[in-house]
């Protein structure tokens, strides 16, 4: 029965190793997005203050050019931030499958480890008896010997 039990692990462990890949990999995509939604913030404070310095200075093409820029990242915002949650979605099922695999796979470890316990057990209560029968045997031809020479 153990060889079947140690072709389960094999799986159960390749099984985990794809749901940790894929965990790392949507969490990877997380990181681009938040990334990338930081840096929209950047440019949107950029354009802002730009847009403020065109007022002050009177330049009306670098102000309109600035709002026509944030309203754009604005946009882009919205849209990452839609994508950051999805990812975020994403994120919690890959970990979820992740940790399920992982409990699978230490429950077919813990299960060979106790199928070798009990091994371990009754090799030692076989190996006992025998030596048990044997002592036996020595002392029922002793006095079967002591009996017949009397």
């Known amino acids: 029965m153990r060889h ?9 462990s390749l099984l985990e190793d794809v749901s940790r890949l894929e965990l ?3 969490l990877q995509e997380l990181a681009q997005v938040e990334s990338a939604l930081v840096r929209a913030q950047e440019i ?4 802002r203050r730009q847009s403020f310095v065109g007022i002050v200075q009177g330049h009306s093409t670098e102000r309109l050019e600035a709002e026509a820029v944030s309203e754009w990242v604005a946009w882009g915002h919205g ?3 839609k994508a950051r949650r ?5 994120v919690s099922a890959a970990k979820s499958a992740y940790l399920e695999r992982r409990k699978e796979c230490r429950q077919v470890e ?6 070798a316990a009990a091994d371990i057990i ?6 006992q008896r025998e030596l048990d029968n044997w002592f036996g045997q020595e002392s029922h031809s002793s006095r079967d010997r002591r009996s017949g020479s009397a």
Do not use: H, N
Not at 110 to 115: L, N, T
Not at 122 to 127: L, V
């Open 4 to 12: 079947p039990l140690d072709r389960l692990l094999r799986l159960r």
């Open 79 to 81: 849209a990452l931030e």
């Open 122 to 127: 009754e090799r030692s209560r076989r190996e």
């Open 24 to 26: 790392e990999a949507r």
């Open 44 to 47: 949107g404070r950029a354009m």
């Open 86 to 90: 999805g990812k975020t979605v994403e």
């Open 110 to 115: 813990g299960v060979i480890e106790a199928k």
